[in-house]
């Protein structure tokens, strides 16, 4: 059995030493005296820990086995779980227990990872991907994926939470695996398994804000800041006393992800609410972190973060003022592509739906770079810099665009088949890294919605009304019917079918992306990130002919591909020359499509997508 290195830094947490005794640790400025207490039963074993500077507390203790419990006794008072807990069988609320995570034996030492070129993510959420909902269901879904052509799982957070049923993004144990789930043991099994699938798995994680309920952070010392404040509570403190403390904590559990769970890489949530104003941003500690983590490894981590600033500093490496992010998401793809297909202009959508900025978004990669937001009522995001296009992660559907909708609408309930080709066309064959959303393959018509589990009364009505004033604001003429987030019907609602083999659009649709996601991996033009352009035809009906050149400038080169996107719902005419060679088109027959072979290739059909060149 091999075993993990062993991290020389003062983490906090019950840590098995490499004597194999346990060593607790916990930072508690706010305590004068701290005594954990092992549990055992109705047995009650108390120990007063070590004071060392700055607040750290510590204890030692040999023979401790794995699944102790134990607890936090700050001044005398009430047993706490532990802040750094790797393990909370008993829910949020619970002692803690002691968790040997070298008792895993792996299988992946011959994994080096997926290079940044060749991600193609799959964004799932482990409660709702398979019927048992647990990290050891999706193991047998692995092949499938891997055979439709996705090289990376995407985990939305795990993060022990309150209850059963959440997102994920409400976690309050941040070092801890949602127990049911099926825990640290069963997420050691999906993320080894996943390897011998040759996928790298991402973990999304979040450092901006903790959840409402089960969270004593607060009793411990000052986690959090008043300084500054995020839409789902409290800010954490980057930047002001005691802070050194909670870059630690939060850095230490980049490293645990990485060292005793091997994710291939992290994605941060939601980056523009994490306030730091420090000379040294927090977001460039985390990279460095994860990058002398995984060189002790020996492979390639990646971290990811999603903003909503459209501000490539977060990628520019240090030595020109940035944080030396891999890459970051980027919301005016997904913006766009549904305001055109969809017409919906509500809310953010007011800022998108133009044609002409299509170019903008494929060359470009922001619609919004430093031109005036109606939306936000100024100016908004700045430019890309000339980067190439594998630094940003885009999407048609992710848990966010679906689930924060009233009804948790996908988008192939909204738009025509022809329409739902058309997206994935963009998607698959625009110059950056795609990302699905689990069931978004086979155009899945069961929603994602909002759900969670809380067990507070007042808190589960404050998330009722918020949701219910968030869709009014949103919808102008209000009366929106939203799903009641508390109740298990509105969860269940939102598990996938996995069926597609009975449905010829499901069917072909899938086959659409598993052609495509090969072709990104085969055509030479589809793996050049740098050298694209793109323009809207002038001379077509309505304006709504979109053409893409992969590959370079000239479409006529060798090994470039010429692609044509019929934005609208009318057959267009498009510059053919006639000895151009058609690869690919969205309408074919065996996706289901409305293209015959009489059809002419100078027509395009109602929002069909059509690939001339060559491939190589």
């Known amino acids: 059995m091999e075993q993990l290195f062993e991290n020389t830094h003062p983490q906090c947490g019950a840590i098995v030493q490499s004597d194999g005794s346990v060593r607790w640790r916990v930072w508690a400025p706010k305590a004068d005296r701290v005594d954990v207490v092992l549990i055992n039963g109705d047995a009650r074993n108390l120990h007063s820990m070590t004071r060392e500077e700055r607040g750290f507390f510590s204890f030692i203790k040999d023979h401790v086995l794995n699944g102790q419990r134990y607890a936090y006794h700050l001044n005398g008072g009430p047993g706490y779980p532990d802040p750094a807990s790797r393990w909370q069988p008993d829910g949020v609320n619970q002692p803690s227990a002691v968790l040997r995570t070298d008792a895993f034996t792996w299988s992946d030492e011959s994994w080096k990872g997926v290079p940044r070129e060749d991600l193609v993510f799959y964004e799932l959420h482990v409660g709702t991907f398979t019927p048992a909902g647990t990290f050891e269901a999706i193991i047998p879904r692995l092949q499938a994926l891997r055979d439709l052509g996705v090289t990376a799982l995407e985990i939305m957070p795990v993060g022990q939470f309150s209850g059963t049923r959440n997102w994920g993004y409400d976690g309050v144990h941040l070092y801890a695996p949602q127990q049911s789930y099926g825990g640290p043991q069963g997420l050691q099994r999906l993320v080894n398994a996943c390897h011998q699938h040759d996928l790298a798995v991402f973990l999304d994680v979040v450092y901006n804000h903790i959840g409402p309920e089960g969270s004593y952070l607060g009793e411990y010392g000052p986690y959090y800041t008043d300084r500054y404040r995020t839409p789902w509570g409290a800010a954490v403190n980057y930047d002001g006393r005691g802070s050194d403390a909670v870059r630690e904590f939060v850095l230490d559990n980049v490293r645990m992800w990485i060292e005793e769970y091997r994710f291939d890489g992290l994605r941060l949530d939601a980056v523009h609410a994490i306030y730091d104003l420090g000379a040294r941003h927090i977001l460039q500690d985390i990279k460095d972190t994860a990058d002398a983590t995984a060189r002790e490894r020996g492979r390639q981590v990646y971290i990811v973060v999603e903003s909503d600033l459209n501000d490539v500093r ?58 005036y937001s109606a939306h936000r009522g100024r100016s908004h995001g700045g430019t890309d810099a000339g980067l190439p296009g594998d630094r940003f992660v885009v999407s048609i559907q992710n848990h966010d665009q679906v689930g924060n909708r009233a009804g948790g609408e996908r988008l192939g309930t909204l738009i025509t088949p022809a329409a739902q080709r058309l997206a994935a066309s963009l998607l698959l064959l625009a110059p950056h890294l795609p990302l699905l959303f689990m069931g978004e393959e086979y155009g899945e018509e069961h929603p994602f919605q909002f759900f969670c589990s809380f067990s507070d009364p007042k808190l589960i009505d404050a998330v009722r009304s918020g949701r219910r004033r968030e869709f009014e604001a949103f919808h102008a003429d209000g009366g929106v019917d939203v799903p009641d987030p508390q109740a298990e019907t509105t969860f269940v609602a939102s598990h996938l079918t996995w069926s597609w083999e009975s449905d010829q659009h499901k069917s072909g649709l899938r086959r659409l992306y598993q052609d495509l996601l090969r072709a990104r991996h085969e055509w030479p033009a589809l793996r050049d990130y740098s050298q694209r352009s793109a323009r809207i035809l002038p001379d077509t009906q309505s304006g709504g002919i979109l053409e893409l050149v992969r590959g370079g400038r000239a479409p006529n080169a060798g090994g470039m591909i010429q692609v044509f996107f019929n934005l609208t719902a009318q057959p267009q005419t498009i510059p053919v020359r006639n000895h151009a060679n058609v690869l690919w088109t969205s309408e074919a027959e065996h996706y289901h499509g409305g293209r015959r072979t009489d059809r002419a290739k100078e027509c395009l059909l109602a929002y069909e997508c059509m690939v001339l060149g060559s491939t190589h």
């Open 314 to 371: 977060l990628l520019r490496p240090p030595q020109q003022g940035g944080y030396g992010i891999d890459a970051q998401w980027s919301d005016d793809f997904h913006h766009l592509v549904h305001a055109v297909l969809t017409g919906e202009r509500q809310g953010y959508y007011e800022d998108y739906g133009a044609t002409e900025q299509f170019p903008r978004l494929l060359e470009n990669t922001f619609v919004l770079n430093g031109c």
